[in-house]
């Protein structure tokens, strides 16, 4: 299994409060992301890193911003939660090689009350 | 944008064979992944297909035609373990991954 870890695995936290969810690897990828996953849904792309300090947009990137400070940690913050945050954050890593998959951390729930 | 549809839900037997299908839209292509999801739990890599044709995996078995945009995913001699969300997702040409709504399959003894 890809090293990949997310923390915390679950938080409850109020409407307007700053969330900060920190994904750390272990396997030295370049390219690491966020997503959202919601029921009807399926996964939805937040932002993404292609190398330190190097960030884009997702689909839904509207109320959150990502910082990449070293390779092996992806930060993904919620300035002002809401309660149409509340969804299961996954974060994933792939080498970008051709083949190479996507390997995806265990998951942060996070309700926003 | 992408466009990635597959069915929301099936259920089979313990034992047959289910076919789930994939039709993507996509404003490139680099790759198709599927991808098995248990609940609760985080996704895990099925199989990838590039080139158009069948990639088989023990149970597992998955096929890719570019020119229609569809795949799909074939899961024989079905166990109880199998019962989980299919998703389908599609790389584009930047490094990105989408993926479809995800279908659950149910398996019954």
């Known amino acids: 299994d890809a090293g990949i870890t997310q923390s915390p695995r679950h938080k409850v936290t109020e409407t307007g409060t700053p969330v900060t969810l920190r994904c750390h690897q272990t396997?030295?990828?370049?390219?690491m992301y966020w997503y959202r996953q919601d029921p009807g849904h399926g996964l939805r792309l937040i932002h993404y890193s292609y190398g330190v300090k190097d960030t884009d947009k997702g689909e839904v990137s509207d109320g959150y911003s990502v910082s990449r400070s070293k390779t092996e940690d992806f930060l993904l913050t919620l300035e002002s939660a809401t309660s149409s945050q509340t969804s299961v954050y996954f974060c994933?890593?792939?080498?970008?090689?051709?083949?190479?998959?996507?390997?995806f951390g265990p998951g942060t729930r996070l309700t926003v009350l | 944008g992408q466009n990635i549809d597959q069915p929301t839900e099936m259920t089979a037997t313990e034992g047959a064979i289910v076919q789930i299908n994939c039709t993507y839209q996509?404003?490139?292509?680099?790759?198709l992944f599927w991808y098995q999801q248990h609940a609760g739990e985080a996704p895990t890599f099925l199989s990838y297909n590039v080139l158009d044709g069948l990639e088989e995996k023990g149970r597992f078995s998955s096929f890719l035609s570019r020119s229609k945009g569809y795949s799909y995913l074939l899961l024989k001699e079905l166990q109880m373990k199998d019962s989980a969300s299919y998703l389908c997702a599609v790389r584009d040409n930047d490094y990105k991954l989408s993926f479809g709504a995800g279908t659950t399959v149910t398996v019954r003894a």
């Open positions: 396997e030295n990828h370049r390219y």
């Open positions: 994933a890593i792939t080498e970008g090689l051709a083949g190479a998959g996507w390997y």
């Open positions: 996509t404003s490139g292509f680099n790759g």
